[in-house]
């Protein structure tokens, strides 16, 4: 191992925050019971926020950036995990509380680690992501609740996918198109369809449709959706499900607010289920990665994401908050 690596650290400069590259080295990790040489991380909207420091997303410093990885356990004091593992870990505070995947090395709990599927390289699993993993996360709770129907039954109604061309939303296009549901992928780039096209998406409808403030209850149209805009598109989008419906939220790339009311969800029976990806128990999490390395086509993931350079995240992040980057991008932390 190195006596010292990079990492990228989040530390307080006259009263904010302010990132950049640092030496570190393994006595400088927190004391945790799994060491796990990283070998990618990626790019989050939150990263984009907490690297380029217009979001507060540490609340103490100093803090490692990134709230996901992918690596091999390199040391282990838990019996769970053994050297030569391959794990993922996404969430659990990484970047906000605890130091996450912007370094060489970290130093982990046991219980945040998901093993790997086999399925799936290290490069490819960054590939998913936390964006990809929460976008399974929403297509099971789609399915449980038992409302979408794939497009070869009688009477079957379109799905909904907001912010389609982003990495939650490219993800939830591609499993729901395996699975055979008609998929409508809402986004303001037209450039982007030939994309969404590719990963199954059926249909489109311009964002800024969403965004315009309409009636209370609209015209049905959606079984079902996942979003993970927030504000008026999830308004929107809630007022045109159909009766017994449900919307799987999971993101606020839009905005925080739900300026709606209630009427969908008394007189039309619709459903929010809300879906948080950071503190999911192991079996959600294991359940997810299994549906990911079941319907994800491998050909249809390489199209998604592509490998840049650990130093290119600063430009990186101001890319994904101006909204220029399609899919995901794989932080490469090896070179």
């Not at 996901?68 to 769970?80: I, K, N, Q």
């Not at 996360?137 to 070869?152: M, R």
């Not at 389609?164 to 939303?169: C, I, P, Q, S, W």
């Not at 319907?295 to 390489?302: G, S, V």
Request: a neutral charge; aromatic letters at 6%.
């Amino acid at each position: 191992m190195a006596e010292s690596f990079d990492a990228f650290v989040i530390e307080d400069a006259e009263g904010k925050p302010k990132g950049g590259f640092k030496r570190l080295t393994l006595a400088d990790l927190p004391d945790n019971d799994v060491l796990v040489e990283v070998a990618y991380s990626t790019v989050n909207y939150k990263d984009g926020l907490a690297v380029s420091g217009k979001g507060r997303i540490a609340r103490k410093l100093p803090m490692v950036a990134g709230i996901d990885l992918a690596g091999t356990v390199v040391e282990s004091r838990s019996p769970d995990w053994k050297a030569g593992d391959n794990v993922v870990v996404n969430g659990w505070g990484l970047s906000e509380t605890q130091w996450g995947g912007y370094s060489r090395f970290q130093r982990l709990k046991p219980e945040w680690l998901t093993r790997l599927p086999d399925a799936f390289s290290l490069e490819e699993a960054m590939g998913i992501g936390t964006a990809g993993y929460t976008a399974a996360l929403c297509v099971d709770a789609l399915e449980k609740w038992g409302v979408i129907q794939p497009a070869s039954q009688p009477g079957a109604k379109e799905v909904l996918v907001t912010g389609a061309a982003g990495g939650v939303g490219s993800v939830a296009v591609a499993l729901l198109a395996k699975r055979g549901y008609p998929v409508v992928a809402s986004t303001g780039r037209p450039e982007t369809h030939d994309y969404l096209r590719g990963l199954g998406a059926t249909g489109f409808i311009d964002r800024a449709t969403l965004l315009e403030k309409g009636a209370p209850l609209q015209k049905e149209r959606w079984a079902g959706g996942v979003d993970s805009v927030g504000g008026q598109t999830l308004v929107n989008a809630l007022s045109q499900t159909v009766w017994g419906g449900a919307i799987a939220a999971c993101g606020l790339a839009g905005s925080a607010d739900l300026p709606g009311t209630v009427l969908p969800h008394i007189l039309r029976s619709v459903t929010l289920l809300g879906v948080d990806s950071v503190m999911a128990p192991p079996d959600r999490r294991n359940a997810a990665w299994a549906r990911l390395a079941r319907d994800l086509d491998k050909d249809k993931l390489a199209a998604m994401y592509e490998v840049q350079p650990f130093q290119a995240l600063p430009d990186l992040a101001t890319k994904i908050l101006a909204g220029q980057i399609r899919g995901r991008v794989v932080v490469d932390l090896k070179g």
